[in-house]
Nanobody, 123 residues
């Protein structure tokens, strides 16, 4: 059984920063693509950032230059550093992992999902 410990959400003012962490345990097979998604009330879930097994990263246009995804393979932990936060970043954030490379997995193809952590940015 795969378990996730997700932390780092909270409420900040616009322009502030938060760092999300997603520590995983129990993988039986290697995971390659790891990602952060978010979903705001009334909106569809969207991919925010992803990092592949070789360290290649991709970001949604809306967060480029402000968010940084990183992973610590030794700790099996995924991070999302969020700077210059805006009210439109307010959402529930989820980590996800796949046994496939990022280029081969769609938004619905992730094998594992962590519990959400709420990020609220006030103006």
């Amino acid at each position: 059984e795969v378990n996730f410990a997700v932390s780092g959400g909270g409420t900040v003012q616009a322009g502030g920063s938060l760092r999300l962490s997603c520590a995983a345990s129990g993988y039986q097979y290697s995971v390659y693509c790891r990602a952060w998604f978010r979903q705001a009330p009334g909106k569809e879930r969207e991919a925010v950032a992803m990092i592949d097994g070789d360290g290649t990263t991709n970001y949604a246009d809306s967060v480029k230059g402000r968010f940084t995804i990183a992973k610590d393979n030794g700790k099996n932990t995924l991070y999302l550093q969020m700077n210059d936060l805006k009210p439109e970043d307010t959402a529930m954030y989820y980590c996800a992992a796949s046994h496939r490379y990022c280029s081969d997995v769609g938004a619905d193809g992730y094998n594992y999902w962590g519990q959400g952590t709420q990020v609220t940015v006030s103006s």
